[in-house]
């Protein structure tokens, strides 16, 4: 069956640091992937999108890499800062639909500490 | 620019008694919508989506129904609720691929 895997166990480093997330998945062939944030008691916030075409996709202190050999895609935050701290949440977009219709990972929690 | 309004932002409701949870949304047409829950410590699930109005497609049978009315307008309900129906629910819209999703701000439903 189709699954996403995401650390459940939350991720704690310190301020100024590099923090990189993961986000496995098997039995799925997505043409896109995409990032979230997610804070307590609030709807998930879209952070990035990346092609199953393309290597890797920026924005600002955020780095995201897509291999569909390895079936993975690597979130980073570079400079953490405490207020990235949050659950991130990864998705996956079959594209073999013809409806955008999103699958999420249960998110890591991130924890950056002063 | 674009908003998605959802309410009530929390919902205590009895076993047995009815649901409706509204989502509006604004500064786009022909948006899709999207239903999902996310139960304590569990990933998002896809509940209902629709492209257009009057058009509902069902993920996960249960105890729930959706209806669009109007074009910016999603409406989750039930007409006899369950414990297990408890969870956060949210709203999002669209505009398709390659784009991301917009949600709402969430309803928390504590069924008793």
């Known amino acids: 069956s189709q699954k996403i895997e995401q650390n459940s166990e939350a991720l704690n480093i310190q301020e100024g640091k590099t923090a990189t997330l993961t986000c496995n998945y098997t039995?799925?062939?997505?043409?896109?992937l995409q990032w979230y944030r997610q804070d307590p008691g609030r709807g998930p916030v879209f952070l990035l999108l990346?092609?199953?075409?393309?290597k890797e996709k920026r924005k600002e202190r955020l780095k995201v890499t897509f291999d569909t050999t390895l079936k993975q895609s690597l979130f980073h935050i570079t400079a953490s800062q405490p207020a990235d701290s949050a659950t991130y949440l990864c998705?996956?977009?079959?594209?073999?639909?013809?409806?955008?219709?999103?699958?999420f990972g249960t998110g890591t929690r991130l924890l950056v500490s002063p | 620019s674009q908003t998605i309004h959802q309410w009530p932002a929390t919902l205590v409701q009895p076993v047995g008694s009815p649901l409706s949870l509204e989502c509006t949304v604004e500064?786009?047409?022909?948006?899709?919508l999207y239903w999902y829950r996310q139960a304590a410590g569990r990933g998002l699930q896809l509940l209902f989506y629709?492209?257009?109005?009057?058009?509902i497609s069902s993920e996960v049978p249960q105890n729930l129904s959706a209806s669009r009315p109007q074009d910016r307008q999603f409406i989750l309900s039930s007409k006899k609720l369950l414990l297990s129906d408890s969870g956060f629910y949210l709203c999002?819209?669209?505009?398709?691929?390659?784009?991301?999703?917009?949600f709402g701000s969430g309803t928390r439903l504590t069924v008793v």
């Open positions: 629709s492209v257009g109005i009057g058009q």
């Open positions: 039995n799925y062939s997505p043409a896109y």
């Open positions: 999002a819209w669209s505009v398709g691929r390659p784009y991301g999703y917009t």
């Open positions: 500064g786009t047409s022909n948006p899709n």
């Open positions: 990346i092609r199953e075409n393309e």
């Open positions: 998705a996956l977009d079959g594209g073999n639909t013809g409806f955008q219709k999103l699958v």
